[in-house]
């Protein structure tokens, strides 16, 4: 089972600032790799595949980059509405598919 | 409008059983797998098994391995989880989820199962 390292576990940015977000793959996942978002009481939301497309209606401050095994995901300039927890996901080698553990995006 | 909507959700003793459903509209279901993911409180999600469009393959995760069996009924578009043997680690947001991507990009609203006596 391939297993999926989120870091940092909070991240602390202030509106207006750029994010980063790491995921780490124990092994080589090649470019298949989501990342979603998540807010309380609501379902996750694919914001990014193939490491790097934006799912529909994203829009273009988020960005993933990376492949194999290190990826990242970068909101340029923080909303308020980015606020939330963010999971990676690799779909490569599975049954199973592994998300991380999260990072949880909070207001600085 | 594309939509999955989870119910049969609830409270069950350990060693109980439950069965969920999924309802799907606004896609040609029968065209598309279909995998649950559970989220414990507080805690990260989990894909729990997964369903081919026609039912041919199915996969689980070990943790349910032997417990759970996913099902699908296209004629009705929907999707079922008999949760068998079921423990407090079971407890948990269950969520349908599929996609037109690779990854999952229709998700539904989630039920709660809670194991507990």
């Known amino acids: 089972e391939i297993v999926m390292t989120q870091s940092p576990a909070t991240l602390s940015v202030s509106p207006g600032e750029r994010a980063t977000l790491s995921c780490r793959a124990s092994q080589s996942v090649s470019s298949n790799l989501a990342w979603y978002q998540q807010k309380p009481g609501q379902a996750p939301r694919l914001l990014i595949y193939g490491a790097s497309t934006r799912a529909t209606g994203i829009p273009a401050r988020f960005s993933g980059s990376g492949s194999g095994t290190e990826f990242t995901l970068t909101i340029s300039s923080l909303q308020s509405e980015d606020f939330a927890v963010y999971y990676c996901q690799q779909y490569n080698n599975w049954p199973p598919n592994t998300f991380g553990q999260g990072t949880k995006l909070e207001i600085k | 409008q594309v939509q999955l909507v989870e119910s049969g959700g609830g409270l069950v003793k350990p060693g109980g059983s439950l069965r969920l459903s999924c309802a799907a509209s606004?896609?040609?279901?029968?065209?598309?797998?279909m995998s649950w993911i559970r989220q414990a409180p507080g805690k990260g999600l989990e894909w729990v098994s997964y369903?081919?469009?026609?039912?041919?393959?199915?996969y689980y995760a070990d943790s349910v391995k032997g417990r759970f069996t996913i099902s699908r009924d296209n004629a009705k578009n929907s999707l079922y989880l008999q949760m068998n043997s079921l423990r407090a680690e079971d407890t948990a947001v269950y969520y349908c989820?599929?996609?037109?991507?690779?990854?999952?990009?229709?998700w539904g609203q989630g039920t709660m199962v809670t194991v507990s006596s």
């Open positions: 989820a599929t996609g037109y991507s690779p990854a999952f990009d229709i």
């Open positions: 606004g896609f040609t279901f029968s065209d598309y797998y």
């Open positions: 369903i081919s469009s026609s039912g041919s393959t199915i």
